[in-house]
């Protein structure tokens, strides 16, 4: 597209690699896994998306002046077998307004068809509406038993663009997504992929939508484990922030709760 463009700081073969949208959505689910994988594996910035419609700022890390989209790889990571993977993630700060969803997605499967990537994953946020009891999330007694670290409250669902994307996430036990709408860059990833045939997949998992939700990121990075045969990654620290930000919202929940005014020890008439 000639809006949007990618540009090369680093020529890097990526061929046979695996492509992760780190696009914001529900619950920043993706820019969390994005940002997780790039410390974890400690990917370098290979390249960046630019376009006249992006934001005009720059985002200070370090005393590094960093474009709004990046673009980071690792090198090919290979296990006792002999047999490798090489992650690449496209990681954004910013929420691509409605008319520059096609364009990006469009730019960036362009990229991965280029480059002879084999897989783009998209993680997502289901919305979790639960009513207002649950508008901070509790920490039950298996969260308690866990060290403080709830590891299993999170649903996580799969949709493939092709029949062999598909076929690799029935292969890993990921329950498939059956019906619903999936809307922003995953959406139209998945279209793309399946007019390109080329396989594409979109990991959900149940999010809060007002916070970061960092279990709901943990939950997708250990799916893409699985899918990533030749990479362990370990979501444990994930977890820990999750709980965190929870006691903070907690927090916040309980100092925020309308208090009762009290009746006076000596109260005037009107109270009487």
Same mark, same amino acid.
């Given at each position: 597209?000639?809006?949007?463009?990618?540009?090369?700081?680093?020529?890097?073969?990526?061929?046979?690699?695996?492509? @992760?949208?780190?696009?914001?959505?529900?619950?920043?689910?993706?820019?969390?896994?994005?940002?997780? %994988?790039?410390?974890?594996?400690?990917?370098?910035?290979?390249?960046?998306?630019?376009?006249?419609?992006?934001?005009?700022?720059?985002?200070? /890390?370090?005393?590094?002046?960093?474009?709004?989209?990046?673009?980071? #790889?690792?090198?090919?990571?290979?296990?006792?077998?002999?047999?490798?993977?090489?992650?690449?993630?496209?990681?954004?700060?910013?929420?691509?307004?409605?008319?520059?969803?096609?364009?990006?997605?469009?730019?960036?499967?362009?990229? #991965?068809?280029?480059?002879?990537?084999?897989?783009?994953?998209?993680?997502?946020?289901?919305?979790?509406?639960?009513?207002?009891?649950?508008?901070?999330?509790?920490?039950?007694?298996?969260?308690?038993?866990?060290?403080?670290?709830?590891?299993?409250?999170?649903?996580?669902?799969?949709?493939?663009?092709?029949?062999?994307?598909?076929?690799?996430?029935?292969?890993?036990?990921?329950?498939?997504?059956?019906?619903?709408?999936?809307?922003?860059?995953?959406?139209? %990833?998945?279209?793309?992929?399946?007019?390109?045939?080329?396989?594409?997949?979109?990991?959900? #998992?149940?999010?809060?939508?007002?916070?970061?939700?960092?279990?709901?990121?943990?939950?997708?990075?250990?799916?893409?484990?699985?899918?990533?045969?030749?990479?362990?990654?370990?979501?444990?620290?994930?977890?820990?922030?999750?709980?965190?930000?929870?006691?903070?919202?907690?927090? @916040?929940?309980?100092?925020?709760?309308?208090?009762?005014? /009290?009746?006076? #020890?000596?109260?005037p008439s009107i109270y009487r």
């Open positions: 597209m000639e809006e949007i463009k990618v540009y090369e700081l680093k020529k890097v073969d990526l061929k046979g690699a695996t492509v @992760i949208d780190g696009f914001p959505s529900v619950g920043l689910v993706s820019s969390i896994v994005a940002n997780y %994988l790039i410390n974890f594996l400690k990917l370098t910035q290979i390249g960046i998306m630019d376009s006249i419609y992006f934001p005009t700022v720059s985002l200070v /890390r370090e005393a590094e002046p960093l474009n709004p989209v990046r673009i980071y #790889a690792s090198e090919k990571i290979s296990s006792q077998d002999g047999e490798s993977d090489q992650v690449v993630a496209f990681i954004s700060e910013f929420q691509p307004p409605p008319n520059l969803v096609k364009p990006i997605a469009h730019t960036m499967l362009d990229w #991965a068809e280029e480059q002879k990537c084999k897989l783009l994953i998209s993680p997502e946020g289901l919305v979790i509406d639960k009513g207002d009891e649950e508008e901070s999330p509790p920490e039950d007694k298996e969260t308690q038993e866990n060290g403080g670290v709830n590891e299993e409250l999170v649903d996580v669902y799969g949709i493939g663009s092709t029949e062999r994307a598909r076929k690799l996430l029935k292969s890993h036990n990921i329950a498939l997504f059956t019906e619903g709408v999936i809307t922003g860059v995953a959406g139209v %990833l998945l279209n793309e992929g399946k007019s390109r045939d080329f396989d594409v997949v979109s990991v959900m #998992a149940e999010a809060h939508p007002d916070y970061p939700d960092a279990r709901a990121a943990a939950k997708v990075i250990e799916t893409i484990d699985k899918m990533l045969l030749h990479i362990h990654l370990d979501a444990k620290p994930l977890y820990i922030e999750a709980e965190k930000i929870e006691g903070q919202l907690k927090s @916040i929940h309980a100092q925020a709760k309308p208090v009762k005014p /009290r009746k006076p #020890a000596y109260a």
